[in-house]
């Protein structure tokens, strides 16, 4: 329920008043506004954007060799959903011991065509504030001749504008992507669990060395699509466990052969210095 779109409320018809649409049916604007995966899709990252400084910068400069990259598709006006899509985002991050730009990049555009880079630097300012510590690989962008809405259609993110509400409707989801720039995860809602967000970072690094703890961990953990959460693998958790039995059996086995071999020799030892009397 977290990943479905939500807006203001302004203007919306009561239930049971004349106008209002029947329980349990979505207004027509929102049935085309969903997520449609498409985990191992190629975005172009020549496509460019308006960054915070008010110069045009293609999204390549944010992708580097061993850094996968967190997207955001929001915008920097939006009453409630994208705050608390970032919000929730910045407090599974903080919980994170990696640093944007270091480990990894987060990229965070605005799909609304009239916000301008002031708010984006606004927003920046907001975020990193709550983040409370440097994250020099936090950008914030805005869109530049509509290719916010290329790069949200090859990764599945469908929103549409109600000019009604003067606001968007979009879902409420986050993506993962590649250093190469592939789509690697989704992560919906707007609680976002900090092992969720590791995990995914971790799949997508493609073995970064730094990572070794993490895919070791990921044996045992998988992503659930159904769930969309990384949940306990039990057949890959008990693997592990008799592997580890196995190795704790045969450590113990080795200590008490070389106990042994030690206690021979010194015996051997003690009969031969007796015989030498």
């Not at 203007?11 to 191992?40: F, N, W, Y």
Request: charged residues 20%; proline residues 7%.
């Amino acid at each position: 329920m977290l990943a479905l779109p939500v807006w203001g409320q302004k203007d919306m018809v009561p239930s049971g008043q004349p106008g209002a649409l029947p329980a349990g049916q979505r207004p027509p604007i929102l049935e085309t506004v969903d997520v449609k995966e498409h985990l191992g899709a190629n975005v172009d990252l020549n496509l460019t954007f308006i960054a915070e400084n008010g110069y045009p910068v293609p999204l390549k400069d944010f992708f580097h060799k061993g850094r996968p990259v967190i997207l955001d598709l929001v915008y920097y006006r939006c009453p409630q959903l994208c705050n608390l899509i970032l919000n929730g985002q910045t407090a599974a991050m903080r919980e994170i011991p990696w640093t944007p730009g270091d480990q990894y990049e987060v990229v965070t555009i605005s799909i609304d065509p009239e916000e301008t880079f002031d708010l984006a630097r606004q927003k920046k300012l907001v975020q990193l504030g709550s983040y409370e510590r440097p994250a020099p690989g936090w950008h914030f962008l805005v869109d530049n001749d509509g290719n916010a809405k290329k790069l949200a259609e090859q990764i599945g993110f469908h929103y549409r504008y109600d000019p009604k509400q003067e606001q968007f409707a979009h879902p409420a989801a986050i993506f993962v992507l590649t250093p190469e720039g592939r789509v690697a995860r989704y992560l919906y809602g707007v609680r976002f669990k900090p092992m969720d967000m590791r995990f995914a970072l971790t799949e997508a690094s493609q073995g970064r060395f730094t990572l070794t703890v993490e895919r070791i961990l990921l044996f045992c953990y998988q992503y659930d699509p159904g769930k969309h959460a990384y949940v306990l693998f039990a057949a890959n958790f008990m693997r592990l466990g008799g592997a580890l039995t196995v190795l704790i059996i045969g450590w113990f086995l080795f200590r008490m052969i070389r106990m042994e071999k030690k206690r021979s020799a010194a015996l051997a030892h003690g009969h031969l210095k007796e015989g030498i009397v």
